[in-house]
């Protein structure tokens, strides 16, 4: 698959899988859940960041089919809590080969690795400019491999009018995959459900849930593409809202700021193409970046969020300059060094990926976590402490099992260093980085 994008896959196997050289058992596995043999000849995976659902659907050359749904994680409540629901079901040979060939054809090979939709026009507002629009909260990925056909297209934004039964404006053949594995989806059975657990749950056990008016808690840069922000509102439903994107405390002057977004559903959301209307190919490595969003009629309520850009740039940029891209001792002790994934041996639990830190500062290190951010929240712990502390200079590496995660090497996720110095200060930072495939791979 060398050129092309590689989409990795995580399987949570019920029942006793190999970790490293022992081996572990999931609580409460159910007995009656037999993961088919194999690797999936077809997969689809559905996310839905607004309403906080993501959905894997595989299906095997036995005909097995293996439907994985996580709901609820948007803004929970005691009554509809954070569940992982699995489904399974069985389809017939010549179902099978039928799906085969569609992802077979000089349409879906001919196709590009992505597409997004351009978007509906927005309602006029008064007093406001009259080019937005607006796009559908979902991104889908659509995967082959069976013989020498191996690809994944995915999909962002398009809508659906009849509740997700079909997505009509996608590009030929995805809306017509969609639907076949859909009705696949529709004939499974439910054989258990689990609770999704927080790593934050007993922290926040004896703490009142308080939500801001606006908050900005995800960012998504897809390479070469666009770039996405989104987060909660307890503003009334329709309320419009206005955004900035800052670099090292400076306004980016190509960041579309006239154009209002809405709250929608508790939620809102925009997305900004890259290379378009003055908008760069890439944001640049070494900036410290802030993305702040306010309503409209009143910029005292805001939210934001900081990040940073680690390793090289997404995609290459003529107006890209060289930038000093070392943490420094006062704001940011230690630098990621690499993100690498998956590793070997390939582990049916999920990718196996390593983390390297480096203490880039004049203090020793005594406590370090590094959380990944995919479709849920990932802690690296590094096995450090006032006894066996990361010296100035030191790097350390640790690798995790991402049970049920996957992701791709052409988006930027979010990792947040937590970390403590000998001398009792302590620091806490995010940055974007690319899960970069092993050596020679």
């Known amino acids: 698959m060398t050129g092309r994008t590689k989409l990795y896959i995580g399987l949570l196997i019920l029942g006793l899988v190999m970790v490293g050289g022992g081996s572990w058992g999931l609580l409460n596995s159910p007995s009656k859940i037999e993961i088919p043999e194999g690797t999936p000849v077809i997969a689809m995976e559905l996310d839905f960041v607004m309403r906080g659902e993501f959905d894997k659907m595989y299906l095997y050359d036995d005909g097995g089919v293996l439907y994985v749904k996580e709901k609820n994680l948007r803004m929970p409540t005691p009554e509809y809590p954070p569940t992982r629901v699995w489904s399974q079901g069985q389809i017939q040979t010549e179902e099978l080969n039928g799906l085969i060939r569609l992802f077979q054809t000089a349409e879906f090979a001919g196709m590009d690795d992505y597409y997004q939709y351009s978007g509906s026009p927005m309602e006029p507002i008064p007093g406001a400019p009259t080019d937005g629009f607006t796009m559908g909260d979902g991104s889908f990925k659509f995967s082959i491999n069976y013989g020498d056909s191996q690809k994944t297209v995915a999909a962002l934004g398009y809508r659906t009018p009849d509740k997700g039964l079909t997505y009509p404006d996608m590009p030929y053949p995805l809306h017509e995959i969609y639907k076949k594995l ?32 606006i908050s900005a808690n995800r960012v998504h840069i897809e390479k070469g593409e666009y770039i996405l922000f989104s987060g909660h509102s307890q503003l009334p439903e329709g309320t419009y809202l206005q955004t900035q994107l800052y670099a090292d405390d400076e306004p980016e002057e190509w960041w579309p700021g006239e154009r209002y977004i809405e709250v929608e559903n508790g939620s809102w959301q925009i997305t900004v193409r890259l290379g378009e209307n003055g908008v760069p190919d890439a944001l640049l490595v070494g900036p410290g970046y802030f993305f702040k969003v306010w309503e409209k009629d009143d910029p005292s309520v805001w939210g934001g969020i900081p990040f940073d850009l680690v390793g090289p740039p997404a995609r290459g940029s003529e107006n890209e300059t060289e930038n000093d891209n070392s943490a420094t001792s006062v704001q940011e002790p230690v630098e990621i060094v690499s993100v690498v994934g998956p590793l070997e041996p390939i582990n049916p639990g999920g990718p196996v990926v390593e983390i390297t830190l480096k203490n880039v500062a004049a203090e020793p290190v005594i406590s370090l976590t590094a959380s990944l951010e995919l479709s849920k929240a990932f802690d690296f712990t590094f096995d450090i402490s006032d006894a066996y502390p990361l010296l100035p200079g030191q790097t350390r590496s640790v690798r995790k099992t991402l049970i049920t995660g996957g992701f791709s090497d052409s988006v930027s996720y979010p990792i947040t260093i937590a970390l403590k110095l000998r001398d009792g200060e302590e620091f806490i930072y995010t940055k974007l980085v690319l899960i970069e495939p092993p050596p020679g791979k």
């Open 182 to 213: 859909k009705q696949v989806i529709d004939n499974t059975k439910e054989v258990y459900s689990e609770p999704i657990q927080s790593s934050t749950d007993e922290e926040s056990d004896n703490e009142p849930e308080t939500v801001a008016n």
